[in-house]
């Protein structure tokens, strides 16, 4: 049973819309200041990475595919047109809240971006030294000519256009020449406290345009303006041609610069003139231009609040803290003999898997270690842990996962150190990207092998483990061990698909499995039993488990379901959803846990997953779907994972069946899950002041 397009939401509007929850913590004034910064930035981020996706699939569509019908039953064109409209009243209410709010605001907290004619005397003279030290040996100004065409400018870099007057020394004058920022100059600077105030910055922007006359001697600078061009940055591979997916990678991946481009991002000051030279050399539309009142690219102002240490500015900080029995000093074998233990992060702490990696590495009893990577970073300790580990002849084997969007490079150079310390590399099953997160230990243990499991919600990331909210599960429960192990067997060998004791998994069993118990849960109702499904995820997409929640709901079970991101579901409609409700958590951490939770007629059934429910989780990725077994842990699930959320009224938002949301308030005292959650489960309370 799979929904119709007049029962789902668009997809690409339902990311605009998360974007718009976005920027209102940007909006909220109880938050810190320099938080609220940084959402702005995460917002423009979020943005780069739908143009460069999202969009560009939909241009695509638009001119080879054009009569297309999307699942909202809208046509290419028809969507591309509802998102720029969209996209550009986003944009422009996230530049106000800059300039209106979040900028004047930092400056009476005494953290200012001085304009040029505020700089003073002294200001000045440094700002000059650091553009001739630092600036000017890097910048190329490239004069537009027959002999110099407009240059081929990389993805999202910064760059400038020029306008000029006279000739040069070689009697050209084309009138117009382009300036681009090199990626290793900072967009902003802080000035040194002896001239200024502790906490003074100046744009890259300002200091080029102060002193771009240096570039070009002889002629009049008419115009400085920034612009900025997003690409197509889909990577294709094509099987016919493929002989080693690495190789083929670098070669896609030195080609990602230079894709087809999809936005162009201008200054406000830039004239009509200009604006039409600019769309015409990257063979774009009008409807792809966004002016912008301030800085061209937000993103790396996400490097300010690092260079302001104001703690009242900032969320305050927090030390995560250990399950209490490893707080009790056991070792984590020894623990994890004694029971299963549940990671909640990141309110405790991910040193238990960094711990589980490094005790593989150095511990004798050892022989083998299984690991599942997707994005890690270019600095993981647990990666060096795996080196370490293969170079002290353990077996090691890692299933890297060549096409994680934009963690391609990072992870094609950990392919490359981990097959130099000796380990054995295998990139997935071409045509499937491994999104499971697994980890295993082999050890030998009184004449017999003891396998010691992780497997867990979100990537093997130290950094995002302080961020994102997430759990994850240790454990030596053998069948759970053994399923893990035939699912590395699975992807690493040729064979059918083994039937698993306990894991669901994508693409085979996740989707039914999952099917199955909506299903259950509908026939309780019908039965006039009691019914219930919540389920939390980033995003909810795929049809046919849609319309499965859309009978379900008809059947009278009740359904909450929390969705961080993008839903096509619509809920509260009469007839259809009157039993649904969805709702979202935009708060300090990245919700990112999916956790399906099922009455079961009161024999709760409780799940984990690397998964949320899209169709490319279900039917393109390697994911996994892990029961919780243990009474106790579950409970605790049900516990810090779900009801806080559903009982959340400050950081919660309403989802109505247009697609639109309502911000969750009260007039009481709040209740935010997360900051109960740091409260509950961390030191911080006890441990920091502010």
């Not at 999202?54 to 809208?74: F, Y």
């Not at 490097?303 to 056991?330: E, G, H």
């Amino acid at each position: 049973m799979g929904a119709t397009a007049d029962t789902l939401l668009n997809r690409e509007l339902g990311l605009i819309e998360f974007n718009r929850r976005v920027l209102a913590q940007a909006e909220d004034e109880t938050l810190p200041l320099l938080e609220r910064l940084k959402f702005l930035c995460i917002v423009s981020s979020n943005l780069d990475e739908f143009f460069e996706v999202r969009v560009a699939w939909l241009k695509d569509n638009v001119q080879h595919n054009p009569n297309r019908i999307l699942a909202d039953g809208s046509t290419p064109g028809q969507a591309l047109a509802k998102v720029a409209t969209a996209a550009r009243e986003l944009i422009r209410r996230q530049y106000d809240v800059l300039r209106a709010n979040v900028l004047p605001a930092l400056r009476s907290a005494g953290v200012v971006f001085l304009r040029r004619a505020e700089w003073s005397v002294e200001q000045r003279a440094w700002i000059r030294d650091y553009f001739l030290r630092e600036v000017l040996p890097v910048l190329t100004p490239i004069g537009l000519d027959p002999s110099h065409p407009f240059p081929k400018l990389l993805n999202k870099s910064l760059n400038f256009a020029i306008e000029l007057e006279g000739r040069d020394a070689f009697g050209r004058n084309s009138g117009i020449a382009i300036v681009q920022a090199p990626r290793i100059l900072p967009r902003v600077i802080k000035l040194p406290e002896v001239i200024s105030g502790p906490h003074q910055f100046v744009f890259l922007s300002s200091i080029v345009h102060e002193h771009i006359d240096e570039l070009f001697a002889g002629m009049t600078v008419k115009g400085f303006y920034q612009f900025r061009v997003t690409r197509n940055s889909e990577l294709t591979v094509e099987e016919e041609e493929l002989k080693n997916l690495r190789t083929a990678l670098q070669g896609e991946l030195r080609q990602r610069q230079y894709g087809d481009a999809v936005r162009l991002e201008i200054a406000d000051n830039c004239p009509a003139h200009m604006e039409d030279y600019l769309l015409a050399q990257f063979t774009l539309q009008r409807d792809d231009v966004f002016r912008v009142d301030g800085p061209v690219n937000l993103v790396r102002l996400m490097q300010v609040p690092d260079m302001v240490d104001v703690p009242a500015l900032k969320f305050r900080p927090f030390v995560p803290a250990l399950p209490s029995l490893l707080a009790k000093k056991a070792t984590l074998f020894e623990a994890m003999r004694k029971q299963d233990i549940l990671l909640h992060h990141p309110f405790q702490s991910f040193q238990p898997v960094i711990d589980l990696l490094n005790l593989g590495a150095t511990d004798p009893q050892v022989v083998a270690i299984k690991m599942t990577v997707y994005r890690t970073g270019t600095d993981s300790v647990l990666m060096e842990s795996l080196i370490a580990a293969a170079r002290a002849g353990k077996q090691v084997t890692v299933i890297v996962e060549l096409m994680a969007r934009f963690d391609e490079e990072a992870n094609i150079s950990w392919a490359q150190r981990l097959e130099d310390a000796g380990a054995h590399v295998v990139y997935g099953v071409y045509g499937y990207k491994v999104h499971a997160k697994m980890l295993m230990v082999v050890r030998r243990e009184e004449g017999q092998l003891r396998r010691y499991v992780h497997l867990g919600t979100g990537n093997y990331h130290p950094r995002t483990a302080r961020m994102y909210t997430d759990f994850g599960l240790l454990t030596c429960n053998d069948d759970i061990a053994s399923d893990v192990n035939d699912l590395f067997v699975q992807i690493t060998g040729l064979g059918r698909a083994s039937k698993l004791k306990h894991l669901l998994s994508s693409p085979f069993t996740l989707l039914p499995g999952m099917v199955e118990r909506i299903r259950a849960e509908a026939e309780h109702a019908k039965a006039g039993k009691p019914a219930r499904i919540i389920a939390k995820m980033n995003a909810l997409l795929e049809g046919e488990i849609i319309g499965e929640l859309y009978a379900a709901s008809q059947a009278g079970v009740k359904i909450q379901l929390i969705v961080r991101g993008v839903c096509a579901l619509k809920p509260g409609v009469p007839g259809l959803s009157e039993n649904i409700t969805v709702r979202s958590i935009i708060g300090r951490f990245l919700e990112h846990s999916r956790v399906f939770y099922y009455l079961n007629g009161g024999n709760e059934d409780l799940f984990i997953s690397s998964a949320d429910w899209m169709g490319r989780n279900f039917f393109r990725r390697i994911e996994t779907c892990v029961p919780i077994l243990d009474k106790k842990i579950k409970q605790r699930i049900i516990r810090e994972g779900l009801k806080p959320y559903l009982a959340d009224n400050g950081n919660a938002w309403e989802m109505s069946a247009d697609g639109s949301y309502r911000h969750r308030t009260t007039r009481g005292q709040p209740r935010i899950a997360q900051e109960s959650l740091l409260a509950e489960l961390t030191v911080a309370s006890r441990a920091i002041k502010r």
